[in-house]
């Protein structure tokens, strides 16, 4: 049996590692084969330089920062790939919707973000947490990246969560909620398109 790649979206603070990691464990409690995967992954060369980027010890412009996180996900490509094949359910934390929905929050062409990662291997199921920028930053007052620390920003990367969300059938979960009521969701939503119990 083939894999299947979950992504989960949202804004930072979204609670997309926590419900990524809850959805993994579930997964595999029901004897099915899981992995986490989360991106950025700054174990990677190019990972490593995106962290020194968001703390502020590099300048890039928003389209070399793209580039980077989509260069980001192809370094990881062999291994998504072996994974599927092996039959295992990936869970990403962020996938290629980020890049389209911060490069377009900064000014660049959706479009363009889109098809550079056209060889990745397909998300067959997007989680959009959604929340609004002031929750993220009630949930999290100190260590904010520059990103994170921009709430007009923030509003505009929702804005296009939301333009994809409802372009390509992405199911959308009210992030406000408690973590066991979004977990209850994401659980009975994987779950359909797995055809589990």
């Known amino acids: 049996m083939s894999g299947m790649l979950i992504a989960f979206e949202g804004l930072d603070q979204s609670g997309k590692q926590t419900q990524a990691e809850l959805l993994r464990d579930r997964l595999k409690q029901g004897g099915r084969k899981a992995r986490l995967v989360s991106f950025p992954d700054y174990a990677t060369s190019i990972g490593e330089e995106i962290a020194r980027a968001l703390q ?3 300048e890039y412009g928003p389209d070399v920062m793209q580039l980077l996180y989509v260069a980001n996900r192809y370094e990881r490509k062999a291994d998504l790939q072996r994974w599927l094949d092996g039959g295992l359910i990936l869970v990403c934390d962020r996938y290629t919707a980020s890049s389209i929905a911060y490069g377009e929050a900064q000014g660049l062409e959706p479009g363009w973000l889109a098809d550079m990662q056209r060889f990745l291997p ?7 947490l959604d929340i609004a920028p002031e929750t993220a930053l009630q949930r999290k007052a100190v260590d904010r990246d520059r990103y994170e620390r ?3 920003m923030q509003a505009r990367v929702r804005d296009s969560y939301h333009r994809q969300a409802a372009a390509n059938q992405w199911v959308v979960i009210d992030g406000e909620q408690s973590k066991d009521a979004i ?3 994401v659980f009975t939503v994987a779950g359909s398109r797995l055809g589990l119990p």
Request: charge should be negative.
């Open 56 to 58: 502020g010890e590099r």
């Open 183 to 185: 977990a209850a969701e």
């Open 122 to 128: 397909p998300a067959s199921l997007t989680i959009l």
């Open 150 to 152: 921009d709430l007009a």
